[in-house]
């Protein structure tokens, strides 16, 4: 069972930078998916980003790819989204979570494939 809890979300002007955090408890695994989802008023939740837990490959969507770095500190069990140059179309409840297994390619982006989550962080970015 892995318990994830984020931080960090908040409101910032179009253009700011945001570190979100997602602290996780609970073992996880060499070859788990770690993974960034969002969800705005409205709208589905999509994938943002995803990182291979001890080998640190990474995968974004291609919204945010060149602004987002997802990155993890193995060491304190820890996921990080840096997001610089944010725009307000970035608004929107952020989600962590991580596979209970190892994700094909095919998985990567799907929510479903992800077994644990937690409970969101608001991110405002206005104009």
């Known amino acids: 069972q892995v318990q994830l809890v984020e931080s960090g979300g908040g409101l910032v002007q179009a253009g700011a930078s945001l570190t979100l955090s997602c602290a996780a408890s609970g073992r996880i695994f060499a070859d788990y998916a770690m993974g960034w989802f969002r969800q705005a008023p409205g709208k589905e939740r999509e994938f943002v980003a995803r990182?291979?837990?001890?080998?640190?490959?990474?995968h974004y969507s291609d919204s945010v790819r060149g602004r987002f770095t997802v990155s993890r500190d193995m060491a304190k069990n820890a996921m990080y989204l840096q997001m610089n140059n944010l725009k307000p179309e970035d608004t929107a409840v952020y989600y962590c979570a991580s596979s209970s297994t190892s994700l094909p390619m095919s998985s990567w982006t799907v929510g479903r494939a992800y077994a644990y989550w937690g409970q969101g962080t608001q991110v405002t970015v206005s104009s």
């Open positions: 990182i291979r837990w001890a080998a640190g490959s990474t």
